[in-house]
């Protein structure tokens, strides 16, 4: 059986006395999507730091293939195949798509102190990218990116990742600021890159979003793990309920059912 | 209509309109004979000096900084060049060396606290504008014993930096032209300027694609601070003496330049022919008025209604900028 494609080991992290990840181990296959859910605070912010090369865990591995990596920076994890889309993707709003898609890697013709920026290759390429993602209402790269729909800039994100051969694309809450159909369109292009074999990390708290594209799901509760299955394993309701602490909320009707029955129907009063 | 269209989400583009406005203005109101004023060398030469510094400042503001020391940074760079090469009879490349090795160092100090601390970088080229100005004063006063400086350059250095063509144009116009077509090109045809654009647009994004935006910054910094050592000196050899105190009124004609060129305040958007042009705008506004018959106290009065209508134009023209979509062609 093949090493799945990034596997966290017994993760910790601390900033200074606060505990905020606690013993996370984690597998992700290539050409699958793992669901991150967890409620505000979890923690999942902080883990996709970890793998995004911006903070170092405090212990714990991160293996890549079977190998252990280390990122010093987010450079590091991106040369490593490792791309990150965060929520409001596609940033610099005010350059052109086809800049902005080759910010850091600006493909350049000429030579010597003359190397000129290949703008007409650039905007090609970018607009070719992402309409190979289904995006086809963008056909002139000098555009700005602010023109762009949220969920054109998400797509945008995504095609950038793809096009420069990222073999882990994380997702950080790519739907929470969309409206439903910009947010399957989104989710239709998630599945695009899984079924090119890029292996998917998709953090939400949208259970619905989560079951649409999942194939493999982790649930965090206040920086450790809580729950670990594949798709089927779990009904949609169990699974709201494990994220928004189900037990408090079904013990609290359980409360007030109880105090309705020695009352007689009436609820309690206020600031009794 | 599509020609004009381009023209105007191009950020240069209320620059050059305020310049044809000013222009009209003077000529409709003034009685400006446009001749008279386009063969005389005073507002050239004014925008030359604020234009050299106005270059560097204006792409430290498309990456999201500013930098006010280049108020006195100027002076430093003219009393160096006096100072070492005037009073201490030292070979005027020595001076000139001296002013544009002051710059660099300068530069340093502001690019290494913007990076290594949290302090906004307005409060840090305040203070090395107030502690520069201090310095200059005290090295003039403890060296030479006097706020003021002579120096006598050869004639190799007049030519190339300090002598009047055909009598009346300073030869720091071609200098600026020069820098304006070098800056242009490095900012909007090579991957530095992308980078440049980037950190102004997100800073940790830009960190993230890999730019170096550390040294990218400090890199700003030396050259703004290099360059307005560069007038200076310039300046001392043009008119073969130093004071310490001027270069404080570049700091605001600068920085109406740039952001009549169109540059954001924010960052991120901008271009180095808008700053080139917002230059040559001022320059026209606050000297051509000389070659009116409106009273001159007006000119601040129409400098700051320029600005606005300039800034309200930018604004105006980059909404058109990102709403712009080209019609969907019909399929082939």
Redesign the interface.
């Known amino acids: 059986m093949t090493a799945p494609l990034l596997k966290l080991t017994n993760i910790n992290k601390s900033f200074g006395p606060i505990e905020v990840l606690l013993d996370i181990s984690l597998e992700v296959k290539a050409g699958e999507v793992l669901c991150l859910l967890g409620d505000n605070g979890a923690g999942k912010s902080t883990l996709i730091k970890i793998l ?1 090369g ?1 903070h170092k865990a405090t212990s714990g591995t991160v293996e890549m293939s079977g190998k252990v990596v280390v990122f010093n920076s ?2 590091d994890a ?1 040369d490593h195949g490792i791309a ?1 889309v965060h929520q409001f993707g596609g ?5 052109s798509i086809g ?2 898609f ?5 493909p ?1 013709k000429g030579w010597g102190p003359l ?3 290949d703008r007409k290759r650039a905007n090609e390429i970018a607009v070719k990218a992402v309409r190979d993602l289904g995006i086809t209402r963008i ?2 790269g000098d ?2 990116v ?2 762009l729909s949220g969920g054109e800039r998400q797509a945008l994100a995504i095609a950038r990742a793809v096009h420069f051969g990222a073999t882990v694309l994380i997702l950080d809450e790519p739907t929470a600021a969309l409206g439903v159909k910009e947010a399957a369109h989104v989710l239709r292009i998630v599945l695009q890159a899984r079924q090119r074999g890029i292996a998917v990390i998709f953090i939400t708290h949208n259970v619905i979003h989560a079951l649409t594209v999942g194939d493999h799901f982790a649930v965090l509760i206040k920086g450790a793990k809580a729950a670990d299955f594949r798709k089927g394993e779990k009904t949609r309701e169990e699974i709201t309920d494990l994220m928004a602490g189900g037990e408090h909320m079904a013990e609290l009707e359980a409360e007030i059912a109880s105090y309705m029955a020695t009352h007689e129907g009436h609820p309690p009063p206020v600031g009794g | 209509m599509d020609m004009i269209s381009a023209f105007v989400r191009r950020p240069a583009a209320a620059s050059v309109l305020s310049l044809i406005g000013v222009l009209a203005f003077y000529v409709i109101f003034g009685g400006v004979d446009l001749g008279r004023l386009a063969a005389a060398a005073s507002w050239l030469n004014f925008a030359a000096n604020l234009g050299i510094v106005a270059l560097p400042v204006g792409l430290l503001m498309i990456a999201g900084e500013i930098d006010i020391s280049i108020g006195a940074m100027i002076p430093a760079g003219s009393m160096t060049t006096a100072i070492l090469s005037g009073y201490y009879g030292l070979p005027i490349w020595m001076g000139m060396a001296g002013a544009l090795a002051l710059g660099v160092v300068v530069g340093l100090v502001n690019g290494l606290l913007a990076v290594r601390t949290n302090v906004p970088t307005l409060i840090i080229t305040l203070g090395t504008l107030v502690g520069m100005q201090g310095v200059v004063l005290s090295a003039s006063v403890l060296l030479t014993g006097n706020a003021s400086v002579e120096v006598m350059a050869p004639d190799w250095a007049k030519f190339a930096f300090g002598h009047l063509i055909a009598g009346s144009h300073q030869v720091i116009i071609v200098w600026w032209l020069l820098l304006t077509a070098l800056f242009a090109f490095v900012v909007h045809q090579t991957r530095y300027g992308n980078w440049i654009f980037a950190m102004g647009g997100d800073k940790n994004s830009a960190r993230n694609a890999g730019i170096p935006t550390r040294r990218l910054t400090i890199v700003l910094f030396v050259l703004s601070a290099t360059c307005a050592a560069f007038v200076g000196m310039c300046q001392a050899i043009q008119f073969n003496s130093a004071q310490v105190s001027g270069g404080m009124s570049y700091i605001f004609n600068v920085i109406v330049s740039v952001v009549v060129g169109g540059v954001l305040l924010k960052g991120g958007f901008g271009s180095v022919f808008g700053i080139f042009f917002g230059s040559l705008t001022f320059a026209v506004v606050s000297q051509g008025i000389y070659f009116t018959s409106i009273d001159r106290n007006w000119s601040n009065l129409i400098i700051g209604v320029m600005l606005l209508i300039a800034v309200a134009m930018n604004e105006t023209f980059r909404r058109m900028a990102i709403a712009y979509a080209p019609k969907k062609r019909t399929a082939v």
Do not use: A, H, N, Q
């Open positions: 995004s911006v987010p450079r991106s990150t940033t610099f709003p005010l350059m800049r902005s080759f910010v850091g890697e600006e350049t190397k000129r920026l056909d002139d555009r700005l602010g023109g």
